[in-house]
């Protein structure tokens, strides 16, 4: 790739060209990326010095924090980087590798949302049986598939920028680096490789939509069934975070990858784009600790054992 690449750095695109705003949204972010980080740190925290938070539920969710302070650490720390010096430029191999982590970390969510919308289906549907399906050893194959299986896709967008030339000009319109804004500054025909990411990244975010989808599916089938209001009330409400946080981001990553980034959409682009790489990281803690019990007794518990 070096070889065949003419530019040595690419300008990525300030949020604002105000200072004072510049200034603002520096604390905004800061926040946000600070409180993404103790808030998901928090919860693997819990979830791991917890014993009755040692079920499949709480392993998974422990994945998805991990994955959601590691999400965020690829992008926010080189924009508040970029906020204090004004220097929005990034090396050719730095956008690469932003790259290839973006995307990893987004493939291996879509992977974790379904293992864990599996999880809700054996609770609600198989609970006599959800002992057997939810082993440990079932648990942990599935995290282990997800971290692996999600570094296949990455792999080949980037072995698939070999063929293309990057001659400029070199500003991009993102505060991080991106595939399809990448697309853009190339001299080189991407029509395959936009081809390659539109099939291969619809086609396993639609099979990962189907097995979510089907799963609640089957899960409404299960709690209409029960006569109980009390207990349609109690079935929903361990499902309520986990559909939140999927059609979050399933929108989110929708209109990044699939929506064409045109002039008249750039200012919504951007929106979602900072709610796609930073917002979400921290809503997905909130989400989940604001409505589970479980998690609010285990908080207590520790505030209670440091007094």
């Not at 819990?46 to 924090?65: I, Q």
């Not at 790259?99 to 990893?104: E, G, S, W």
């Amino acid at each position: 790739m070096k070889n065949q690449t003419m530019i040595t750095s690419i300008l990525l695109m300030s949020l604002t060209d105000d200072q004072n705003a510049t200034y603002a949204l520096f604390i905004i972010f800061l926040l946000i990326y600070l409180m993404t980080f103790l808030s998901n740190s928090l919860i693997i925290l819990l979830v791991l010095t917890c014993a009755h938070l040692h079920t499949p539920m709480y392993f998974f969710l422990g994945n998805l924090a991990f994955l959601d302070m590691s999400y965020s650490s690829v992008t926010a720390p080189r924009m508040l980087f970029n906020f204090t010096t004004q220097d929005w430029s990034i090396s050719f191999p730095e956008c690469i590798a932003q790259i290839f982590l973006v995307i990893y970390f987004a493939i291996s969510e879509v992977f974790l949302l379904s293992s864990m919308s599996y999880d809700r289906y054996a609770a609600i549907c198989r609970p006599l049986h959800y002992s057997q399906l939810m082993s440990w050893s079932t648990c942990t194959q599935l995290v282990s598939l997800v971290w692996s299986s999600a570094l296949i896709l990455p792999t080949i967008y980037i072995l698939c920028l070999r063929r293309l030339t990057f001659c400029g000009p070199n500003f991009i319109h993102n505060f991080f680096c991106d595939l399809p804004h990448l697309f853009q500054i190339s001299c080189t025909d991407t029509s395959m490789n936009v081809l390659l990411l539109t099939i291969m990244g619809g086609v396993l975010s639609l099979l990962a939509f189907v097995a979510t989808f089907y799963s609640y599916l089957r899960i409404c089938s299960t709690v209409l069934r029960i006569r109980s209001s009390d207990g349609k009330r109690k079935a929903f409400s361990t499902c309520t975070s986990h559909l939140t946080v999927v059609f979050i981001f399933y929108v989110s990553v929708t209109f990044t990858y699939f929506v064409p980034n045109t002039s008249n959409l750039l200012t919504l682009n951007q929106g979602v784009t900072v709610i796609y790489a930073l917002i979400t990281p921290l809503l997905n803690p909130l989400i989940y600790s604001l409505r589970s019990k479980d998690l609010k007794a285990a908080l207590q518990k520790q505030r209670t054992v440091l007094r």
